[in-house]
């Protein structure tokens, strides 16, 4: 990446983190204001606030053992296309579960995304920008989370689920809109450090020792103030109410037949935290499923991996539709890239970026379309081409954002989304 | 409210500098500027500081760290008139010193990047080293920009380059925030579309003093130095010209002369020829001027940028703010101040130990934080009230260790070496500590902490994580141990004012204290928590 930033957005002071927040006082330290100290009712939730899925199967899922199968072609691999709930529209047989659902699906068909880089490939889908010299875009998460913040929510907007690692705050992703949106990792979905207090602290110690904090505050303010001085202390209260939530981060606390529901393997535990935390009024979290990445055996492990992935995905969106939360979440499904139509001598297929697919559904899209198509053997786009940043303005939308609008770091107008692209019509209802 | 305790710094007599009309000793002539820069200043600021105020605000800026019980004591007990000025020397001599210059100068250097090629213990040995012996600015900028990491004594202070992996666009871009003042990163691609004084041809005039230089034996070895070919230009064309005209510069300071390059005979390009695995030596060096360039008298950003810079350490902002935006469209806060300034320090021989002394002397330095009643409208650049400076991560560190007693216990324990125990071995004990609160507290790389956050990692770090929660329970002569041993609650609550907040307990406070003491059934929690709630309070966070 060159930094060379077009607009004059150095991380440096671009978004002078007090700037940003503007020179009012009360600037919040983490997350919204306001106050519910209980988890919110989805259907409360509902009324008030849109929220993101994204489902992000890393290495590059294949485009053709998912939504775009070619049986008995040269490309086709071995395994059929079967009927969904959609008449007319078949997906792989890989995915039983899910074609029963495929009434509340758009499907893209026709993306063509530029990059065979894992890297570059999961920032342009995450950003819906090719990357640009001097310029870092904010990723998906970090745009919902701001635009989307719900003011009930304590929780942070912005978090992903990753297969493995720690759990930590201020991932890169949000760059110029400020840490607040970075996204906080769930490694193998452990909740963030400290989030829970320490057993040799008593709940009761724990409100006296804040109740004489406070007050120090309080007296400390009458004469001194300042918008970080006020940021600190916001960032007590807001860490104690997520603190009181902390169990939304547990999905041993989740009913064992539901839970039964999204199997008994990470992915599906990761999925089941992610319905909790969204539940919970989380604006956006971002799950991860790996090992798509099939250069050798890439039909063994697709059966494998959707294996994993076909049921849960299933049982989410039973479990979101259920509780009506269906209509105020959208859910995507991406990857960084599709996989090579031609099979390689090991029975693999490689990186692959012209021609793929992208499942949405849940707000604002309209269930059932299937959107552009790949010629008879998926080489190429035949018809209706997107990128990547019509899919970053039709999520906007689907959210009820207006997607052509901009942010202003530094005071200076940068387009929410891709100015060139704009949103699919036909997949949003 | 506090009272007040107006104190008055005799007016030390300097040694006049040869430069300007200098019949006032600088610290008067900055308050001059000050006062000059502001309708009414003198009625509307804040008074000064009292002496609780000022002790704590100084010795964190000064030292790094709070003050310990004892120098509290002896600070307020001391009724001589120049007791402030007393203390700054007394700071300025110790071993403090370093150890807080030795943060600041990693901070703005490195900018919390994680070690690459030098160790981060060398780094701050050499640091130490420079600010112990209070090296001169311009000589030590010389050092970091002229040394190739060949050798294992000056190895360190290539850090600057060597860990950025010689990257041509990012050390030509911190180049240019970090020592001139300027950021450039735009006039990599075109002339800056707003900025009228950032070219593209003074961003790659900087870069044109390395783009002959490359790691060798290859960037990703540990031990890499810098080595240089005898060829190879700068190319450049704006990303806005439609004709894609290129252009190319020699080396050159931005707004000064063109390097005048010799013409090397064919065949004398190298000392030393390039071979496999040998380290090129060129006749002429393009890198070699870059160090001579940046810190020669005619650049006057130079200077000019550690003023503001080391102005904006000790006064909570820059006098062109942001410390990186130094152009005409964003003009300092107070010209003169800033041009009076960097002439004095030019004319100081760049003497950093000088300049923080002259601006800690200064009323607008040792101002109250305390917003005036009536005073409605402060504008931060107009320092009619001292600027909140949240703490650095290492002064946070250092301070709830000075404070929670844990640095009074291991400076006991080192005691038993007698005359050996130095502050130096404290710090040595102690550093090993700071980890957990750099990588929470300190941002992610290349934040130079300009900016304060509160975000919820940090908040939960300070609540439960153990990194604060070990130093809270009490161990032979720390804080909770002290305080235990206590029986009178008054008395308790002033020995953890003092500790903790380096000020005295108000009677609410005592009382506070009091009915917590007497209602509890377990004293000892009760003692680690109140400890607690003053460590996670706002005035502890802040400088103020």
Request: with cysteine; charged share 25%; net charge neutral.
């Amino acid at each position: 990446m060159l930094p060379c930033n077009y607009a004059c957005r150095s991380t440096g002071h671009t978004v002078s983190r007090r700037g940003f927040l503007g020179s009012a006082l009360g600037a919040t330290a983490a997350l919204g204001l306001g106050g519910f100290a209980n988890p919110v009712s989805a259907a409360e939730l509902n009324k008030s606030q849109k929220r993101v899925l994204v489902i992000f199967l890393a290495g590059g899922v294949s485009q053709l053992e998912t939504w775009d199968p070619k049986p008995n072609t040269d490309t086709g691999g071995p395994f059929k296309a079967i009927q969904t709930s959609v008449t007319g529209t078949r997906i792989s047989e890989l995915l039983p579960h899910t074609a029963k659902h495929a009434h509340r699906l758009a499907l893209v068909r026709s993306l063509n995304s530029v990059s065979d880089d894992h890297g570059i490939g999961e920032s342009i889908m995450l950003t819906g920008r090719k990357p640009e010299a001097g310029i870092n875009y904010p990723h998906i998460g970090a745009v919902s989370a701001k635009l989307l913040a719900s003011r009930e929510s304590a929780l942070p907007g912005h978090i992903q689920i990753l297969p493995k690692g720690g759990s930590g705050f201020n991932g890169g992703d949000a760059t110029f809109l400020g840490p607040k949106f970075a996204s906080v990792s769930l490694g193998d979905g452990k909740p963030p450090a400290d989030l829970f207090r320490p057993a040799n602290l008593a709940s009761s110690a724990d409100e006296e020792r804040e109740a004489f904090r406070r007050k120090l505050n309080d007296r400390f303010a009458k004469s001194r103030k300042s918008a970080a001085t006020e940021a600190y202390t916001e960032s007590y209260t807001q860490a104690e109410r997520v603190v009181k939530q902390a169990e939304v981060f547990d999905v041993e606390k989740e009913n064992p037949k539901l839970a039964d529901r999204y199997g008994r393997h990470d992915f599906g535990r990761h999925l089941l935290l992610a319905r909790r935390l969204l539940e919970a009024g989380v604006t956006y979290v971002k799950v991860s499923h790996s090992n798509y990445d099939t250069h050798h055996e890439n039909f063994d492990f697709h059966i494998e991996q959707l294996g994993e992935f076909d049921r849960p995905f299933a049982a989410l969106l039973e479990d979101l539709a259920d509780r009506g939360m269906l209509e105020s979440t959208l859910v995507v499904v991406m990857s960084e890239m599709g996989r090579t139509p031609r099979i390689n001598a090991q029975y693999g297929r490689d990186h692959w970026s012209k021609a793929w697919s992208v499942a949405m559904a849940g707000a604002g899209i309209k269930g059932g379309v299937v959107v552009g198509k790949t010629n008879a053997n998926g080489t190429a786009v035949a018809d209706r081409e997107v990128y990547s940043g019509h899919l970053f303005h039709t999520y906007l939308r689907a959210v009820g954002l207006d997607s052509t609008k901009n942010f202003y770091p530094n005071e200076r107008p940068v387009p929410v989304a891709d100015p060139k692209a704009a949103a699919i019509e036909e997949a949003l209802a | 409210m506090l009272i007040h305790a107006r104190s008055f710094a005799l007016v030390a007599i300097l040694i006049l500098p040869a430069l300007g009309r200098a019949e006032e000793p600088l610290r008067v002539r900055i308050d001059k500027h000050i006062t000059n820069g502001a309708s009414d200043y003198k009625k509307r600021a804040a008074p000064l500081s009292n002496d609780e105020e000022f002790l704590r605000r100084v010795t964190l800026d000064l030292a790094g760290t709070t003050p310990t019980v004892a120098e509290l004591n002896d600070f307020l007990a001391d009724s001589a008139k120049d007791k402030r000025a007393k203390l700054i020397d007394k700071l300025l001599a110790g071993a403090g010193y370093a150890r807080r210059m030795a943060w600041h100068f990693d901070v703005m250097l490195m900018e919390r990047r994680p070690d690459a090629k030098v160790p981060r213990a060398e780094w701050e040995l050499y640091l130490r080293t420079v600010f112990s012996a209070n090296k001169p600015y311009d000589a030590f900028v010389r050092e970091l920009l002229s040394t190739d990491g060949g050798d294992a004594k000056t190895r360190a202070a290539a850090k600057f380059v060597l860990d950025r992996d010689l990257e041509p666009h990012l050390v030509t871009k911190d180049i240019g925030r970090v020592f001139l003042g300027r950021n450039m990163q735009c006039a990599q691609c075109h002339d800056h579309p707003t900025v009228d004084d950032y070219h593209q041809a003074d961003y790659y005039g900087i870069q044109a003093f390395l783009n002959r230089s490359f790691l060798f034996p290859n960037a990703q070895a540990p031990t890499a130095v810098i080595a240089e070919r005898a060829e190879g230009d700068v190319n450049f064309m704006s990303v806005f010209d439609k004709a894609k005209k290129q252009h190319t510069t020699v080396p050159k300071m931005p707004g000064g002369k063109a390097v005048e390059e010799p013409k090397t005979e064919k065949g004398k390009e190298y000392r030393v020829a390039p071979a496999p695995n040998v380290k090129p030596v060129p006749t002429y060096s393009r890198r070699e001027l870059l160090a001579a360039a940046i810190t020669s008298a005619d650049n006057s950003s130079f200077a000019r940028n550690i003023v503001n810079r080391m102005w904006a350490m000790m006064m909570g902002r820059g006098i062109v703010h942001p410390v990186d935006w130094d152009h005409s469209k964003n003009p300092p806060s107070h010209p003169e101040l800033l041009d009076e300034l960097t002439r004095e320090f030019v004319a100081h021989k760049y003497d950093l130990k000088w300049l923080v002394r002259e601006i800690a002397l200064t009323d607008a330095y040792q101002r109250s934080s305390e917003i005036p009643a009536g005073l409605d409208d402060a504008p931060a650049d107009r320092y009619l009230v001292a600027v909140l400076k949240p703490l650095s991560p290492e002064q946070f560190g250092y301070a709830l260790m000075q404070a929670t007693g844990y640095a009074d216990a291991e400076r006991d324990a080192l005691k038993k070496l007698g005359p050996k125990a130095t502050e130096e071995m404290l710090d040595g004990k102690l550093a090993p500590r700071l980890g957990p609160f750099r990588s929470i507290l300190g941002g992610k790389a290349g934040d130079a902490g300009e900016n304060f956050s509160a975000t919820l990692d940090q908040t939960l770090f300070l609540k439960y994580g153990g990194a604060v929660r070990g130093l809270l329970p009490p161990r032979a002569g720390n804080l909770a141990d002290r305080l235990s041993k206590i029986t009178n609650p008054d008395a308790v609550a002033d020995e953890l004012f003092a500790a903790v907040l380096s000020r005295r307990p108000t009677a609410d406070e005592m009382r506070d204290v009091g009915d917590v003491l007497r209602s509890t059934k377990d004293r000892q929690a009760t003692i680690n928590e109140l400890v607690w709630a003053l460590v996670a309070s706002a005035e502890f966070r802040f400088n103020h």
